[in-house]
């Protein structure tokens, strides 16, 4: 694959630049105050290339979910701004940031947080009938056969191994073309076989179809999976990584006091 993407760098250089799914421009996140105050974010500005697939690492308290959470409009910066497009989450009222959220993100999170009286298919399709809008169905049958489920649509999630139920949460973040997933920790209840099938359909997503992924995660191994790698300590983002490896993450965290990296 030839890499033509912006570098996260570029984000500083052209904040306005149009090849980012998603970028933050200096946003500061701070916790309690006095004493007890934690910056979370310390001035971060980054760029997530579009159509590319970018793991965040770091140790544990480094910002890492507080960085995702802002930048999905989850959670609100103190200064600083963040955009998905050309769209300033930062001056969204509350009713359009829940309507970008609904229809130009996905999330997938380490709880499955499928409907059990649901079906698989019933599961994928909920946020598309929620919004009132019909899938696609040329590409809900791509994504079902890119995950894995066909055999599996009519199954409720108790019937299914923890490993397909995060693959109906994957394709319920791709049926409705996200501009972009966040993922956190997707692979962090998943026994390594299942960890790594779902990493690969995530991958497929990318490579096949074109979808922007941010994935949270502790694991070397999965941020393997990524394109590049975004190093976090104390709030700040203090490395990147293009076509990691495992060994070369886990090396580069080496250098970081952080407890939580397997080998
Ligand atoms: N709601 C909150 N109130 C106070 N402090 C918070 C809150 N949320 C996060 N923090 C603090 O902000 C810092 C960054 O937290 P964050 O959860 O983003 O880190 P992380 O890198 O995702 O950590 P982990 O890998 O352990 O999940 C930590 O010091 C944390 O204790």
């Excluded at 480094?62 to 200064?79: I, R, Y």
């Amino acid at each position: 694959m030839t890499n033509t993407a912006p570098s996260t760098a570029d984000a500083h250089s052209a904040p306005g630049a149009g090849d980012f799914a998603a970028r933050a421009h200096q946003i500061a996140k701070v916790y309690g105050s006095g004493d007890a105050q934690v910056i979370a974010l310390d001035s971060v500005t980054v760029g997530i290339p579009r159509g590319r697939f970018t793991a965040i690492m770091g140790p544990s308290g480094s910002g890492k979910s507080t960085l995702m959470h802002c930048m999905a409009g989850l959670d609100s910066v103190d200064s600083g701004q963040v955009f998905i497009g050309d769209t300033d989450l930062t001056r969204l009222r509350d009713k359009q940031l829940t309507r970008l959220r609904r229809d130009k993100i996905g999330f997938i999170f380490q709880a499955f947080n499928l409907v059990p009286t649901l079906t698989a298919l019933e599961n994928i399709t909920l946020p598309m009938d929620i919004a009132g809008r019909k899938p696609d169905q040329q590409w809900l049958d791509a994504v079902i056969d890119t995950v894995g489920l066909r055999p599996r649509l009519k199954h409720r999630p108790s019937e299914l191994s923890g490993g397909q139920q995060q693959r109906v949460a994957c394709a319920r973040a791709l049926a409705s073309r996200p501009e972009i997933i966040f993922a956190d920790e997707p692979t962090g209840n998943l026994d390594s076989r299942s960890g790594a099938e779902v990493l690969g359909f995530l991958r497929d997503s990318v490579r096949k179809m074109g979808q922007t992924i941010v994935m949270v995660t502790h694991d070397p191994n999965a941020a393997a999976y990524a394109d590049q790698v975004l190093f976090l300590t104390d709030g700040q983002i203090v490395d990147t990584m293009a076509d990691p490896t495992a060994e070369r993450v886990l090396e580069r965290m080496k250098g970081f006091d952080q407890p939580g990296v397997k080998a």
